[in-house]
């Protein structure tokens, strides 16, 4: 799951503590953000977040991550 730390109405914080909340298998997450700064990084890792990525970045970083996450991930 990629979320955005900034979203309309919630963060991608409180959304993935809301999906987290409902149960069930829960996917890696990675969160993006614009606002790189030591509060942030630090939520990213204490919600369990594989990697946490700075914009702007490039597609092959994003495809990384995506590629780490998926073998991290339980089968």
Do not use: W, Y
């Amino acid at each position: 799951m990629v979320l955005d730390v900034c979203l309309a109405g919630m963060d991608g914080f409180q959304l993935h503590e809301r999906l987290r909340a409902l149960g069930g298998t829960q996917p890696p997450v990675i969160f993006i953000t614009a606002h790189d700064d030591v509060a942030n990084r630090e939520r990213a890792r204490r919600a369990g977040a594989l990697h946490d990525l700075r914009k702007p970045f490039d597609d092959a970083a994003l495809i990384d991550a995506i590629r780490r996450a998926d073998c991290a991930s339980p089968a």
